[in-house]
């Protein structure tokens, strides 16, 4: 009965407007995007991911990484350097977000003193083969989806999202559930061409952190692999007055470790 | 008096503990990783190698560390990175020779803000080709490329100054390298190749020498590179002033005596998104100092190669790319006029095609690699198929092929026609 009721509450709201309704979800749409991607100008996390595969056996993937925010159309500034597992340590690895077309990636491979161009027009593929996807680290374009507010659940914004490009991406549509009071989203669903839930990815822990509340612990869930991976974040750090000098090859031949070292 | 041992061994064990932190803070004792692995290419071909049935037997412990310079002094104030590199291998080719090979020892320091140094035996590797180098002049193991070992040793290290600055609006990389270190090439002993004494594919039967450059000062080698980014394109300049890396000019005919001339190379590239992917062209002139008018039939002529490349992310960890590269050797009429009627005669143009497929499966543990090289003016192809498993985080298992062909012996590839191989490598990581 009361389902039915706030049914009853949710489509004469959508009715009666719409247009406050769409302008709103954008709203939070980008104030959720602001806060899991752009808390801060900068930012540092040690990140500790364990992928345990669908026999439990599992393998972790360990690296600092460094954030800086140009401040121009949402285009961001990430470096990676890998600590584990043994045979990638000390690769670095840079990324230059740019929003609406494809990001610039180089890869340093202190073996061969080699700085390759990494070509990356797919972002749903997985990031250094845990279950998250490029996407899901640095964030995904607000515009290439559709978003539809489809009611409140336990003080949270529960947000339809519909790829405008169907083409290029694994699912038609995810979900996300964003908390009302600090827009972090706390679970998004992911539904296949068939409409079956295939993959979720949950805040398991969300702190503060100088002021700034963040994800410090997440989950992604993959059902067809009967995989996860449990992503750890510490000794995150923002306002850090990053130099943006640092996000360059000149520094990816030489880690800057005064950000790198663990504290 | 049990009380009192009692007593004694905790005191000690105080004691110890309180020594063993005090020693490590003081020590600061470095990390040591590296790997342990062992590597085995059984091969098909007849030849004259020193063995028919494989080209690599061998064990190999690699160790690496890192010392952060700290403390008052002014190589801790420049930020000074110490890092060595060291493999030593238990080759099973050469009767179980123990062989160690310094890969890396080096001091990386900044100066100045606008500077970073790296002094010492280092990797050097710039340009744009994928396993094609035109102004990377830097010292390759083509016998390791060959044989099936890790990429990581198609580069030999070299001992050089080498300079970084990083002014404003681009970027300066010079290295001076005092002593010449030639490209490691299929000598007949493990890999056999064409000996145009022999007038064919030659093995231990070869009886060539090969000259190197006095260790002179005016044998300094120079090489430089400036670069900087125009948004998501890269573009550099190269220079290098040196020797040709490998011997094809005649010294000594009667002697059977090849030398590395003197080479001089200005180039250029660029890098950047391209329809989807990522696109690359580079060019690099040599000019053969000590045969400018190519009119020396021993000596080398000037030339000049191009590259053009593309990669593309097709999605689900699939990748290809392709690549076309030209050589061009220059003053060709003179060369041909120079040469005797029993000369080899080497093409004008000489054309190159390479094309690469990678694909990861199983949550990227699993690589699928194929690399493959093809001359149409040759006549020559080159593959490399390879598959790596990562079965856990430190244990890694590759299984690939050498498999070269050619119409002529004289050829790239051709010339290593007879060292078709299988590698199987088993690493463990630490």
């Not at chain 2, 002529?408 to 010339?415: E, I, M």
């Amino acid at each position: 009965m009361k389902n039915i009721m706030s049914i009853c509450v949710v489509v004469a709201l959508v009715l009666s407007a719409g247009h406050v309704r769409a302008a709103e979800v954008d709203d939070i749409v980008a104030k959720a995007n602001e806060a899991m991607y752009y808390q801060a100008g900068d930012g540092r996390a040690d990140v500790k991911m364990t992928v345990t595969d669908s026999l439990g056996r599992t393998r972790e993937r360990g690296m600092t990484i460094l954030r800086k925010d140009t401040g121009v159309d949402g285009k961001q500034k990430y470096y990676v350097y890998f600590h584990q597992p043994d045979d990638v340590r000390g690769m670095t690895y840079l990324v230059w977000k740019n929003v609406g077309t494809d990001d610039d990636r180089w890869l340093y491979l202190p073996a061969l003193d080699l700085v390759r161009r990494v070509a990356a027009s797919d972002k749903r593929s997985s990031f250094v083969g845990t279950n998250f996807a490029y996407e899901d680290i640095s964030g995904r374009g607000t515009e290439e989806d559709g978003h539809t507010l489809l009611g409140e659940e336990n003080g949270m914004y529960k947000i339809k999202s519909v790829p405008k490009d169907p083409g290029s991406v694994e699912f038609s549509y995810f979900i996300t559930w964003v908390d009302m009071n600090d827009f972090i989203p706390r679970k998004a669903e992911y539904y296949d061409k068939n409409g079956t839930l295939y993959k979720t990815i949950e805040a398991l822990e969300v702190k503060d952190v100088g002021g700034f509340p963040t994800v410090v612990k997440m989950k992604a869930t993959d059902f067809n692999a009967g995989s996860n991976t449990v992503s750890e974040f510490s000794d995150v750090k923002y306002d850090l007055g990053t130099d943006e000098n640092i996000f360059s090859e000149r520094f990816l031949r030489r880690p800057p470790r005064q950000y790198i070292d663990k504290q | 008096m049990g009380n009192n041992a009692g007593m004694k061994n905790m005191a000690l064990a105080i004691l110890l503990s309180a020594l063993s932190v005090g020693v490590a803070n003081a020590v600061d004792i470095p990390e040591l990783h590296g790997f342990l692995e062992e590597a085995f290419a059984p091969r098909f071909g007849e030849d004259n190698t020193a063995h028919r049935q494989f080209n690599m037997a061998e064990g190999r412990l690699q160790l690496k560390t890192k010392y952060y310079v700290k403390g008052d002094n002014i190589l801790a104030d420049w930020q000074t990175v110490l890092t060595a590199k060291a493999d030593l291998v238990l080759d099973m080719y050469y009767g179980g020779k123990v062989v160690t090979d310094l890969r890396e020892l080096n001091a990386v320091m900044t100066p100045m803000d606008i500077m970073d140094l790296k002094i010492g035996r280092q990797v050097l590797t710039w340009g744009t080709g994928d396993y094609l180098f035109l102004n990377d002049l830097f010292p390759k193991d083509y016998e390791s490329f060959f044989i099936g070992r890790d990429d990581e040793y198609l580069k030999a290290p070299s001992d050089a100054l080498r300079v970084m600055l990083y002014p404003e609006w681009f970027n300066v990389d010079v290295a001076i390298i005092p002593f010449f270190r030639p490209n490691i090439l299929p000598d007949g002993q493990r890999v056999s190749f064409f000996d145009s004494f022999q007038g064919g594919i030659a093995g231990r039967n070869s009886h060539r020498t090969l000259d190197e450059p006095a260790r002179q000062f005016r044998n300094f080698i120079y090489a430089g590179r400036i670069y900087r980014n125009f948004s998501s394109y890269e573009a550099a300049l190269y220079y290098y002033r040196g020797f040709d890396p490998s011997p094809r000019s005649y010294k000594d005919e009667a002697a059977m005596e090849l030398f590395y001339e003197r080479l001089d190379a200005y180039g250029a590239s660029v890098r950047g998104p391209v329809m989807g992917g990522i696109g690359n062209a580079e060019v690099s002139y040599y000019y053969s100092p000590q045969d400018n008018a190519g009119k020396i039939r021993t000596v080398q002529n000037s030339m000049v190669k191009y590259l053009v490349g593309y990669e593309k992310d097709m999605g689900g960890d699939l990748r290809i790319s392709a690549q076309y590269y030209l050589e061009e050797t220059l003053d060709y009429d003179e060369y041909r006029k120079a040469l005797l009627p029993n000369d080899y005669r080497w093409d004008e143009f000489r054309h190159t095609i390479t094309g690469r497929i990678t694909k990861l499966l199983a949550n990227q543990t699993v690589k699928l690699s194929l690399f493959t090289f093809f001359s149409p003016s040759d006549l020559d192809v080159y593959t490399r198929p390879s598959i790596t498993w990562n079965a856990t985080d430190s244990w890694t298992l590759t299984i690939g092929a050498n498999l070269p062909w050619g119409k002529d012996p004289w050829t790239d590839f051709g010339s290593d026609q007879k060292n078709k191989n299988v590698y199987v490598r088993l690493r463990y990581s630490f």
